[in-house]
Nanobody, 121 residues
């Protein structure tokens, strides 16, 4: 059973910073792209940032220059450093990973349970 467990959300003032972590555990052969998505109340889930196993990154325009995604392949963990946060960044943040459980298996997307980030004074 593969699990993604997120941590690091919370309440922060505008202009502040938070760092999210997401650790993958369970039986896995390989982890490919890992990323972060977010969903604000009344809105659809949207991509925030992704990173490949080789370190290639991709960001939503709204977070470029403020957020940094990174990963530790040895720990099966992906991070999201969020700086200069604004109230518009308030959302539930979800971790996503494309995982192959066995050498002959397919790649499937897995999701974490989500962590709340609230930016407010």
């Amino acid at each position: 059973q593969v699990q993604l467990v997120e941590s690091g959300g919370g309440l922060v003032q505008p202009g502040g910073s938070l760092r999210l972590s997401c650790a993958a555990s369970g039986t896995m052969f390989s982890i490919y792209t890992m990323g972060w998505y977010r969903q604000a109340p009344g809105k659809e889930r949207e991509l925030v940032a992704t990173t490949t196993s080789g370190g290639t990154t991709n960001y939503a325009d709204s977070v470029k220059g403020r957020f940094t995604i990174s990963r530790d392949n040895a720990k099966n963990t992906v991070y999201l450093q969020m700086n200069s946060l604004t109230p518009e960044d308030t959302a539930v943040y979800y971790c996503n990973a494309l995982i192959q459980k066995s050498a002959l298996g397919y790649k499937y997307p897995y999701w974490g349970q989500g962590t709340q980030v609230t930016v407010s004074s």
